[in-house]
């Protein structure tokens, strides 16, 4: 079974429109951490947040947002009039406590259109 | 300060030879990790390493083995490669374990043929 499911795989918004991307992660842990990362089209992963699982206050960076709700095993990522530099592949990943491991989704593509 | 780096950024093999990837961090981070980037799967953990001299099994370690003989390096090698491991490799470092932030390199385009 996926540790971390991105159930969207491509998602095309036109400039300015709001969007959520899906992450739905399971674990039997009580400790874990929640990530994001960003792959633009030049490859190299870059790193957006870290939620532990302790934490649930939703987060605000500038035009992104967090929703982090345990009874729903969610992690979802709001971008906030989308910009065309937001087209990217955004992956979700899962860190467990025990067990030493770390889970990446299969990612969502965003193409956000001018 | 580079950050991470990987070398080379590209590998044309034939089945059933050797190679090794190489992975640099300027960081002083402790955990340095190996994934594989396929279409539709992710990235999956190859094996990663604690500290210098020590490594630990990711998701998918078979057929690869790695070593990590100074903190700044962490190398990736496949004894006999076989088309299946055709992918992009991703090196990436973290301060400390698992819970911290991963610096990604440029990855490496293999292709086995």
């Known amino acids: 079974a996926q540790k971390v499911t991105q159930a969207q795989t491509e998602i095309s918004v036109v400039e300015k429109e709001d969007v959520t991307l899906d992450c739905v992660y399971e674990?039997?842990?009580?400790?874990?951490?929640l990530f994001w990362y960003k792959q633009p089209p030049s490859g190299e992963l870059v790193f957006l947040i870290r939620?532990?699982?302790?934490?649930?206050q939703n987060e605000i960076s500038g035009r992104y947002s967090w929703n982090f709700q345990k009874s729903t095993s969610s992690f979802n990522f709001t971008i906030t009039a989308s910009q065309v530099v937001d087209s990217a592949v955004y992956f979700c990943a899962l860190s467990e406590a025990t067990g030493n491991q770390f889970y990446f989704g299969t990612g969502t593509s965003l193409t956000v259109i001018p | 300060n580079a950050g991470v780096t990987q070398t080379p950024k590209f590998r044309v093999l034939k089945t059933g030879q050797s190679m090794t990837l190489l992975c640099a961090q300027d960081?002083?981070?402790?955990?340095m990790y190996w994934y594989r980037q396929d279409p539709g799967m992710g990235l999956r953990l190859i094996h990663y390493?604690?500290?210098?001299?020590?490594?630990a099994k990711g998701e998918v370690p078979d057929g690869y083995n790695v070593s990590r003989l100074k903190k700044q390096n962490f190398l990736l090698g496949l004894e006999s490669a076989a088309p299946s491991q055709t992918s992009v490799y991703f090196c990436?470092?973290?301060?400390?374990?698992?819970?911290?932030?991963?610096?990604f390199g440029p990855g490496t385009r293999l292709t086995v043929t």
């Open positions: 990436a470092s973290s301060y400390w374990d698992l819970s911290y932030e991963q610096y």
């Open positions: 960081m002083n981070h402790e955990y």
């Open positions: 939620r532990n699982s302790f934490d649930e």
């Open positions: 674990t039997r842990d009580t400790t874990y951490y």
């Open positions: 390493s604690v500290g210098e001299g020590t490594t």
